[in-house]
């Protein structure tokens, strides 16, 4: 009996200790040490406030790579007053891959009032991947009690931001997910749990569906490997039926073993009219279908996208599977950001 109980406690303290510890994802797609230093000297080279704020914006529109929760500490640090760093903020949103609880909190002690503090908090809350597990890392950073609990306000507002999918903005999105039998490939989290690819995809995609997205947006649900599934035959608005409708949808993508159609898959996803974003991940290079050849396809990409909207593109490649191509996959996903505007992310 003693020893039965003595399981049972070990295996609640482990339950609890991994719900308790973030995920943090190894973003290896963002702007390297080199190209953050060059940034940074650009910045520090200018005496004018607004003169800073202007590089900053260049270097992202020429660019879309993200910048890591660090990156983003050393690139806010040198915008001392709140107008400056708002600014900055917002010419960045899209291109912050992450931000942890404890990266937030020591963006903010770089103020010494909490007004200033608070101020920056709304800017950035929703840049922190694991807000609602850490938050009191972020609220212990301020003294008298009411601070903490404005702080603790604009936390319970925020929607944490996914490591894979960022902050979705957008009113009328696709996602498209990625099946195909690499993504049976596993790994060990951060946190210690173990995930394979499509399963890692599938708890951020949910949590994204279901905290994120707000009643005046639409989505659309697509996986793919071979051939391509759709959840709807067109964009339906993100109320909480339909929320639950594709949670379960997305909780029922299973693998299978017909290749990667991305050719097919991108093309599908730009024919819908009044789209504004895709969010396209994969595993691979394109293996099956009209084209195989990034570069065509990429091209294609560009006369189906006729409104010129981003494809925001996660390669996701933790873990080893006997068909990994990694060097290839990154060239495709980064290329197809670029080429469209959107995000490019990779995650290894």
Request: with cysteine; charged share 20%.
């Amino acid at each position: 009996m003693k020893s039965q109980l003595f399981v049972i406690l070990t295996l609640t303290y482990i339950v609890s200790t991994l719900a308790e510890k973030p995920i943090i994802c190894n973003q290896t797609g963002a702007h390297t040490d080199e190209e953050l230093n060059q940034l940074l000297q650009a910045i520090n080279d200018q005496t004018m406030s607004d003169e800073k704020v202007k590089v900053v914006a260049h270097a992202v529109s020429v660019s879309q790579k993200g910048f890591t929760g660090p990156q983003v500490v050393k690139l806010l640090k040198l915008f001392g007053f709140s107008k400056n760093m708002k600014d900055v903020v917002e010419l960045i949103n899209m291109h912050v891959l992450s931000i942890t609880a404890e990266e937030c909190a020591d963006i903010l002690e770089t103020f010494s009032f909490s007004s200033d503090k608070l101020k920056v908090l709304e800017q950035i809350a929703n840049f922190v991947s694991d807000l609602q597990i850490n938050n009191e890392t972020i609220v212990n950073g301020f003294t008298m009690s009411s601070d903490k609990q404005k702080a603790r306000d604009i936390i319970a507002n925020a929607s944490p931001r996914s490591c894979i999918y960022g902050t979705v903005t957008e009113k009328r999105v696709h996602f498209i997910v990625d099946v195909s039998l690499s993504m049976t490939a596993t790994f060990i989290a951060t946190n210690g749990e173990k995930f394979n690819r499509l399963s890692f995809v599938q708890k951020e995609l949910d949590e994204v569906i279901r905290y994120q997205l707000k009643s005046d947006q639409n989505m659309n649900v697509f996986s793919f490997a071979g051939r391509v599934i759709e959840w709807q035959p067109g964009l339906v608005p993100a109320n909480q039926t339909m929320i639950n409708s594709a949670v379960s949808f997305v909780d029922r993508m299973d693998f299978r073993k017909d290749g990667t159609n991305s050719y097919e898959a991108l093309r599908v996803a730009l024919s819908e009219p009044e789209l504004e974003a895709v969010y396209f991940l994969t595993d691979g290079q394109p293996s099956v279908g009209p084209s195989t050849d990034s570069d065509y396809i990429v091209k294609k990409v560009l006369e189906w996208n006729v409104n010129g909207i981003p494809v925001h593109s996660t390669a996701f490649l933790s873990g080893q599977h006997s068909s990994d191509y990694k060097p290839e996959a990154k060239r495709f996903m980064e290329m197809l950001a670029d080429a469209t505007g959107g995000i490019y992310r990779c995650i290894e």
